[in-house]
């Protein structure tokens, strides 16, 4: 087994980073260097998991590090909260960050998205995770990411247009510049699936268009940039500004990420996704695939939104926590 850094002196973590993805060499490399923090960003059956990268810090989705003062999964803290919490993982203004999680690239997006909002840009997703680290022979400690060291002095600013509402959803429904991107899996895109959260419609926003995050990967890892380019231009044809969307705002943001490596310059998350949307009220909904003309749902009937063998389509285990 890869032990990083073994035989080599740290590597300042003032490096710039190569753009928002990191393979694991190249945090091997750098590993344990004074401004580099790395994060662990699991969530559903993957959090708290006693295996972790050396050092790593928990970046709680599923807990400190989501809105929970409304009905919502997985919204955004207001800047101040998130301030605090940040501060509270040792983070500073200058601090260089890559963000993992536990099945690849998935809730790891969510961070990287969430720091980006809130006017932080030193920071990477770990492509492919924790499986493409233990893959390559990189150690794993037998233990979860904890932090208990000082506090750093990260400041929110946030930058308004990131995270948008279902007002600005709508607009862009509307507008023939904008594609809206749904990272749902088909089957609940078009309504043939139940939403695996109780008392959502099934079916899709009627002009949106479907792009199951997956479709973005190979084996956990995204595909190289000018794939990328062609998957995005397949469904949004020439639109440049994109707004996408999922079940509860995390895995939208690996469309996002997929956007940012495509080139993308003009990109928003729907926070509150199809857990908003897709409560009983006028905001519209139609079933079928996109374009089709079928009749807006009514409310859905509850189920787990999981393959025959119990394992949700991101390879977690049914837990009744993850679900994107």
Request: with cysteine; proline share 9%; aromatic share 6%.
């Amino acid at each position: 087994m890869n032990t990083p850094n073994q035989g080599r002196p740290a590597l300042p973590a003032d490096h710039e980073l190569p753009g928002p993805l990191v393979r694991a060499d190249w945090l091997a490399q750098r590993l344990g260097s004074p401004g580099l923090v790395v994060l662990d960003a699991s969530v559903g059956a993957h959090r708290g998991s006693p295996r972790s990268i050396a050092g790593a810090r928990p970046f709680d989705i599923d807990g400190a590090l989501s809105d929970h003062t409304g009905p919502l999964p997985h919204t955004m803290p207001d800047a101040d909260a998130f301030t605090e919490e940040v501060r509270a993982l040792g983070i500073d203004d200058s601090s260089t960050v890559v963000v993992y999680d536990g099945a690849g690239v998935y809730s790891s997006a969510r961070a990287w998205w969430m720091l980006r909002a809130m006017g932080f840009d030193r920071s990477a997703v770990l492509d492919g995770g924790l499986p493409a680290w233990t893959a390559a022979g990189y150690e794993v400690r037998p233990e979860a990411p904890a932090y208990c060291g000082p506090r750093g002095d990260f400041t929110a600013r946030p930058r308004p247009g990131l995270l948008v509402d279902s007002t600005r959803v709508s607009a862009a429904l509307s507008d023939p510049g904008t594609a809206v991107l749904d990272a749902r899996t088909r089957e609940r895109f078009t309504g043939e699936a139940p939403e695996p959260r109780p008392g959502l419609r099934g079916g899709h926003m009627p002009g949106a268009l479907n792009l199951p995050f997956g479709d973005l990967q190979t084996d956990g890892s995204m595909r190289p940039a000018e794939e990328l380019r062609e998957v995005f231009s397949d469904v949004a044809g020439d639109r440049r500004a994109l707004v996408v969307s999922c079940g509860s705002g995390v895995t939208a943001c690996v469309l996002a990420l997929g956007a940012e490596l495509a080139g993308y310059d003009e990109i928003a998350v729907y926070d509150g996704s199809w857990s908003e949307w897709g409560l009983p009220s006028p905001l519209p909904v139609v079933t079928g695939p996109a374009g089709a003309t079928a009749g807006r749902s009514g409310d859905g009937t509850p189920g787990d939104g999981t393959s025959r063998d119990g394992t949700s389509r991101d390879g977690t285990s049914q837990d009744g926590k993850t679900r994107p």
